[in-house]
C-alpha cells in the first residue's frame, strides 16, 4: 500500500528556535498533502491543506506566518514551526492523498514536537 | 458545528469478546464516512468506509454501517484478537479540499 513517512519523529527544542517537519510519500504522488495537529486525548485538527505548486490553504485559527508550509514537490512537504513556544508542543500528523483519489488518505507516523 | 463523536476509551476486553465502538456525527448532507486504526507506533491506516446511507463497511472482521437517520456509523468485530489493540478513530468527510474530520479515539487492549 501507500507509504507516508515523516521526520523527525520526535524533536526537543528550545523556546524560540524553529523546527522543520517533513512528510514524504514513498511511493506515489500526492497531489494533496494535509497537516493535523493532534493533543493529549484530543481528535486530530486540521492545520492546513497544501497543494503542489501554490499556497497552503490554513484553517481559521492557524498562523501562518507561525506554521510554515511549502509542498515544492509531488512527495514533498515541510511544515516549519517558527519560534516555536512551549504552547506549541504537540502532536503534528501528515496525510498524502494519492492524485485523482479524493477522501483515500495515507497518514504518515506523526512527529511529537516539545519545546521547552 | 460539524463534528465526530466516539465513545472515549480505554476500552479493555478479553480475547473473542465482543466489540462495539460508538460514533456519531453533525453534518449537513451525507458525508462519507470512515474508521481509521492507528497500531503502536505506526500511522493512521484505512480500516473501512462507507460512503451513502445504509453502506455497510467491512475490513479484517470489522464491520460499520452508515445510519443515517441515527447520524451513528458504529464500529463492531464479533471477536476480537490481542493484535486487534490499537487506538481507533471515527472520521467523516470534511471541506471541499477532501480533509477529514475526527473523533477523539478510543485505545483498545485485548488481552489474552
Known amino acids: 500500500g501507500a507509504v507516508v513517512s515523516q521526520h523527525p519523529s520526535r524533536v526537543i527544542c528550545k523556546s524560540g528556535t524553529s523546527v522543520k517537519i517533513e512528510c514524504r510519500s514513498l511511493d506515489f504522488q500526492a497531489t494533496t498533502m494535509f497537516w493535523y495537529r493532534q493533543f493529549p486525548k484530543q481528535s486530530l485538527m486540521l492545520m492546513a491543506t497544501s497543494n503542489e505548486g501554490s499556497k497552503a490553504t490554513y484553517e481559521q485559527g492557524v498562523e501562518k506566518d507561525k506554521f510554515l508550509i511549502n509542498h515544492a514537490s509531488l512527495t514533498l512537504s515541510t511544515l516549519t514551526v517558527t519560534s516555536a513556544h512551549p504552547e506549541d508542543s504537540s502532536f503534528y500528523i501528515c496525510s498524502a492523498s494519492l492524485q485523482g483519489a479524493m477522501n483515500e488518505q495515507f497518514f504518515g507516523p506523526g512527529t511529537r514536537l516539545t519545546v521547552l | ?112
Open chain 2, 1 to 112: 458545528g460539524d463534528s465526530v463523536t466516539q465513545m472515549e476509551g480505554p476500552v479493555t476486553l478479553s480475547e473473542e469478546a465482543f466489540l462495539t465502538i460508538n460514533c456519531t456525527y453533525t453534518a449537513t448532507g451525507y458525508p462519507s464516512l470512515f474508521w481509521y486504526v492507528q497500531y503502536p507506533g505506526e500511522g493512521l491506516q484505512l480500516l473501512l468506509k462507507a460512503t451513502k446511507a445504509d453502506d455497510k463497511g467491512s475490513n479484517k472482521g470489522f464491520e460499520a454501517t452508515y445510519r443515517k437517520e441515527t447520524t451513528s456509523f458504529h464500529l463492531e468485530k464479533g471477536s476480537v484478537q490481542v493484535s486487534d489493540s490499537a487506538v481507533y478513530f471515527c472520521a467523516r468527510e470534511g471541506g471541499s479540499q477532501g480533509n477529514l474530520i475526527f473523533g477523539k479515539g478510543t485505545k483498545l487492549s485485548v488481552k489474552p
